[in-house]
């Protein structure tokens, strides 16, 4: 008899997992598996909208070029004619302060400068902020010694190196948009592995980076994004294509887990109880911990993740009405501006394809309690207050021809200081369950390319 397998959630992990399980069973595995989603809609913060010649993202707009998951998996799908590049010769990001947008340096990641001359030159940093750039390679060996051997949060990391200005100016800003928490919550070994590991090696941050363009030498570095030319949801839409129709219970959700000598008995919203031997647990964190709670109340305790919202509001501007926007990919609006946003997108700007010739694409992002307090406002309540704050930074703004809001409410799970350490407990008791995986955007990593990954990882761990 088949191997039975069933799948909570199809969000972008729960699907990957399920494409992967499809392309095993056609490939000879013993396996069958449902896939049960309590919405009406697969790809969960995944959705692209697509209208008079817009492609606007209401959620994330692509994935991040350095992590190869979400590439390989759209290559295997036949989208490789689909993949683009974002448009890194006019990358600029901007960032309020003081109610002006000033450039953030080139050779900028994240908020560590490859040439510390650019940062010299920039307005956008007071003289002691410049200092503390200055100083930060000087410092290599006191900054690789004073290292911790522990967890701690993003503000203590940037702040040691660079000190309280950068952490306010960019560094929260920009963690903020990908998380839309707490940098003096965050950890740092969850969020900022990479920079984690460049200062073990080499103290300074600045430096790190130097060495890394030195190895580069003239080649073309990657550039920073990748998205797909008709929106990142064709990538759902092409793993459900490729998965069979009858695996799909949409509306149909999970309200309880009973674990049982054999594998696991299963109960649905409509009362149906079904028995699998495997379950990959797929949900929202919140979901998940409440399934997990009558199985083993110390897994679900560390399932206890902290989250927060986003509220995306989108705009497309035909031809005749288009604004004109500053060159670049988009704004940061730090803590303390007279803006209500925590970004804004220029959507056009950053990847080819997303407004008609001509046209542009601008898209208004909440984060944290700002989201929360728009949620249970209408959507014509949230584009005006969006609006009213995009005009704050760019002027006065036309009417739009398209409007698209989305809320996304506690979709986004907060990597606090000691993250890592309470995964491993997690997945000790996991382990101990047994026939059970967790898989979504709480535990490994948020971005695409990650939950591809960790989705795929899961099912092919049934055949090894």
């Not at 974002?86 to 990641?109: F, I």
């Not at 010299?120 to 200055?134: D, I, N, V």
Request: aromatic letters at 6%; a negative charge; one cysteine or more.
């Amino acid at each position: 008899m088949a191997r039975s397998v069933a799948i909570i959630g199809g969000g972008i992990a729960g699907l990957a997992t399920a494409y992967q399980l499809q392309r095993l069973r056609e490939s000879g595995a013993d396996l069958a598996f449902t896939l049960f989603e309590q919405s009406n809609r697969l790809g969960g913060i995944v959705e692209t909208h697509r209208q008079d010649g817009f492609v606007i993202e209401c959620g994330p707009d692509g994935w991040v070029t350095d992590k190869p998951w979400a590439r390989e998996l759209a290559e295997e799908l036949g989208l490789a004619d689909e993949i683009i590049p974002s448009n890194d010769e006019t990358r600029v990001t901007w960032v309020l302060r003081d109610g002006e947008l000033l450039a953030m340096p080139d050779g900028m990641r994240m908020m560590v400068p490859e040439r510390v001359e650019a940062v010299m030159h920039s307005p956008l940093f007071s003289a002691s902020a410049r200092e503390a750039y200055a100083a930060e390679p000087g410092r290599a060996e006191e900054l690789k010694a004073s290292a911790p051997d522990h967890d701690e949060s993003v503000a203590d990391f940037v702040k040691r190196h660079f000190g309280d200005e950068v952490l306010r100016v960019v560094g929260a800003p920009l963690l903020g948009g990908v998380f839309g928490g707490d940098v003096e919550r965050l950890s740092v070994r969850s969020v900022m592995a990479p920079f984690v590991s460049m200062e073990r090696e080499h103290g300074s941050l600045t430096l790190a980076l130097q060495a890394r363009a030195a190895q580069r030498g003239d080649r073309r570095a990657a550039t920073v994004f990748t998205s797909l030319r008709t929106g990142t949801a064709t990538l759902i839409d092409r793993m459900v294509a490729a998965i069979s129709p009858e695996a799909i219970l949409l509306e149909r959700s999970i309200v309880s887990m009973q674990r049982t000598p054999g594998g696991w008995t299963l109960r649905d919203n409509l009362g149906n109880e079904t028995a699998f031997d495997h379950v990959m647990l797929a949900a929202p964190v919140r979901v998940a911990a409440a399934l997990v709670v009558p199985i083993d109340a110390e897994a679900a305790s560390l399932l206890k993740i902290p989250s927060s919202s986003a509220v995306i509001a989108g705009f497309g501007y035909t031809p005749e009405a288009a604004p004109q926007l500053p060159a670049g990919f988009g704004f940061l609006s730090p803590e303390g501006e007279d803006c209500q946003l925590l970004a804004g997108t220029f959507a056009d700007q950053k990847f080819d394809g997303r407004a008609p010739q001509g046209g542009k694409s601008i898209r208004a992002y909440f984060g944290g309690e700002r989201a929360d307090a728009l949620i249970p406002r209408s959507d014509e309540e949230i584009a005006a207050f969006a609006k009213q704050e995009l005009e704050k930074v760019l002027g006065p703004l036309p009417a739009a021809a398209v409007t698209i809001v989305r809320r996304w409410p506690d979709a986004l799970p907060q990597y606090e200081v000691g993250h890592g350490e309470r995964m491993t407990q997690l997945q000790q008791r996991i382990d101990a369950i047994g026939a059970l995986h967790l898989l979504g955007n709480g535990y490994q990593g948020v971005g695409l390319p990650d939950l591809v990954r960790d989705g795929r990882a899961a099912a092919r761990s049934l055949v090894a």
